[in-house]
């Protein structure tokens, strides 16, 4: 069984930027969320994917998007990149029968100069 | 007032004692709660998952959950140095397309 993967491990952009976070799901599991963990802070739920539509959706504006694919592997995109997007960005999967149990990736490191 | 709160810590125990990591959150209608251990510079891990008020035991880790009072806690036994990290307590509101809401954490360190 293969676990949660992510790329790229580490990503430096300048304000403005657009960005592209991809995301693999843990074998078995049709459900990807999305996080984003500030230093010091608690991962904050961005939004969530389930049969290829966000199906939940956290407290972040319009330009936090994303997509999920088919095998059940998802992009996060981030528009017109701002300082405070700074942060770890985790992709969790999990199995939508048991969407409370989620299992995370190691995280894109991205740094917004 | 913060949805899910717990103490930054550190919190800083003896080996072979018992560590004690408390969370409580505000959202009545939470269905479903969970601790999280985090590495520096790693990714959460799932340690502990709990639904149910009273006690689950999985080796050397209790959750405690009491939905009367809002409160989840994770009782660690013989802590070894390898636990030092931080415990993330996170809650679920409801099923399916709820994400979790965590707290920002309790730094834990196991003195040898």
């Known amino acids: 069984e293969t676990g949660v993967t992510q790329s790229p491990t580490h990503l430096i952009k300048t304000r403005g930027q657009q960005v592209t976070l991809r995301c693999s799901s843990q074998s078995g599991h049709n459900t990807v969320s999305w996080y984003q963990q500030a230093l010091g802070q608690g991962p904050q739920f961005i939004f969530q994917?389930?049969?290829?539509?966000?199906?939940g959706r956290g407290n972040f504006p319009p330009r936090f998007s994303g997509l999920q694919f088919p095998n059940y592997s998802s992009e996060l995109n981030v528009n017109a990149l701002e300082l405070d997007d700074s942060a770890l960005y985790l992709c969790?999967?999990?199995?939508?029968?048991?969407?409370?149990?989620?299992?995370f990736g190691p995280g894109t490191r991205l740094t917004v100069l | 007032q913060k949805e899910v709160e717990q103490n930054s810590g550190p919190l800083s125990v003896p080996e072979g004692a018992i560590a004690s990591l408390n969370c409580t959150y505000s959202d009545r209608g939470s269905q479903s709660f969970f601790w999280y251990r985090q590495y520096s510079g790693k990714s959460p891990e799932l340690i502990m998952s709990i639904y149910s008020n009273g006690d689950k035991e999985d080796g050397r880790f209790t959750a405690q959950l009491n939905k009367a009072s809002q409160y989840v806690s994770l009782l660690i036994r013989d802590s070894q140095p390898s636990d030092s990290a931080t415990y993330l307590c996170?809650?679920?509101?409801?099923?399916?397309?709820?994400?979790?809401?965590f707290g920002k954490g309790t730094h834990l360190i196991i003195q040898p």
């Open positions: 969790a999967s999990s199995f939508r029968e048991r969407s409370f149990e989620q299992f």
């Open positions: 994917y389930y049969r290829e539509e966000e199906n």
């Open positions: 996170a809650v679920k509101k409801g099923g399916g397309a709820d994400g979790l809401t």
